[in-house]
């Protein structure tokens, strides 16, 4: 399974930009799918998560601000983020949770996209 992710670049503060993450290869079906960020200096954090069934989870600090979305049928998943702060500066990550058809389900990892934000 591949994850390819798209999207990042730089955009002043209070500006949008919108990642997307598709999966590819032997996948019978994605359980959750959901963006991770990593910002200079600091630990991997949860950005929001998407699961099957459309629930949804954000980190507070980007509520009301950050969107995410899936598409079933194309494997992919969608981030709109607006009203960007500097602070959302960093590297994100797609990652998904699927059930392939030759090993247990298990998380996957995309090579991640840079976000800059500036002031």
């Known amino acids: 399974v591949q994850l390819q992710a798209s999207g990042g670049g730089l955009v002043q503060a209070g500006g949008s930009l919108r990642l997307s993450c598709a999966a590819s290869?032997?996948?019978?079906?994605?359980?959750?799918m959901g963006w991770y960020r990593q910002a200079p200096g600091k630990q991997r954090e949860l950005v929001a998560l998407?699961?099957?069934?459309?629930?949804?989870d954000y980190a507070d600090s980007v509520k009301g601000r950050f969107t995410i979305s899936k598409d079933n049928a194309k494997n992919s998943a969608h981030l709109q983020m607006n009203s960007l702060k500097p602070e959302d500066t960093g590297v994100y990550y797609c990652?998904?949770?699927?059930?392939?058809?030759?090993?247990?389900?298990?998380?996957?990892w995309g090579q991640g996209t840079l976000v800059t934000v500036s002031s």
């Open positions: 990652t998904a949770y699927v059930n392939t058809t030759y090993v247990s389900p298990r998380s996957f």
């Open positions: 290869g032997s996948i019978f079906s994605i359980i959750q």
């Open positions: 998407i699961t099957n069934d459309g629930s949804t």
